[in-house]
């Protein structure tokens, strides 16, 4: 069972709103802030990318609130790595998928026969997720070169009116950025 969140109807309606008509969000995750959007929209991902002065090669992370949402990116592989992502999750670990069948766009991939990918335990993300159907982009709330944001200040510092919604919320118990696996190789990369 998912775990409540603070977040009310209104709240909700707005970031599915603006999620769905091409709008780049702020949201607290396990560890820092985080933008997201839809990752099939380029042009919010592009936004999301000139925000942080990010090359588009470096890929971003899908966030998901379950494994169904991400089954399309399980399914090709063999049950063992599915086995493995699977045993990360929920919670703050990021899996490098092969993306098989190039189901993900290479504004989101990057220059990556993988895709990063976490399914979160944190209610706001969980609820963000769920209310829009579909993983989102994930990526810290700051531009290259500078710390993650880790208070809404910060995300107001950071990008001023150049968000479309800051959706209100805690970060998790998390102090550091979630690892990152490579479930084919096993190795951790952060």
Not at 11 to 24: D, E, K, N
Not at 58 to 83: C, E
Not at 88 to 100: A, E, Q, R, Y
Request: hydrophobic share 40%; glycine share 8%; with cysteine.
């Amino acid at each position: 069972m998912a775990a409540s969140h603070p977040l009310s109807d209104w709240q909700l309606h707005c970031a599915r709103r603006t999620v769905f008509h091409g709008g780049v969000i702020a949201y607290p995750t396990e560890a820092v802030w985080g933008l997201g959007c839809d990752p099939w929209d380029p042009q919010a991902v592009e936004r999301i990318l000139e925000l942080k002065h990010r090359p588009v090669e470096k890929g971003v992370i899908l966030v998901a609130s379950s494994v169904d949402q991400i089954r399309f990116l399980l399914d090709p592989l063999p049950r063992s790595l599915q086995a493995e992502a699977e045993r990360h999750w929920p919670g703050p670990v990021t899996c490098l998928l092969p993306d098989v069948e190039q189901q993900v766009p290479e504004w989101v991939r990057g220059q990556h026969h993988s895709i990063a990918v976490r399914v979160s335990d944190h209610p706001v993300v969980r609820a963000l997720c769920e209310t829009t159907g579909m993983p989102l982009v994930s990526t810290s709330c700051n531009p290259a070169g500078r710390q993650p944001a880790r208070t809404i200040w910060q995300v107001r510092r950071y990008f001023g009116n150049q968000l479309d919604w800051i959706v209100p919320g805690s970060l998790g118990g998390n102090r550091k950025p979630s690892r990152i696996i490579d479930i084919v190789s096993g190795k951790q990369l952060r």
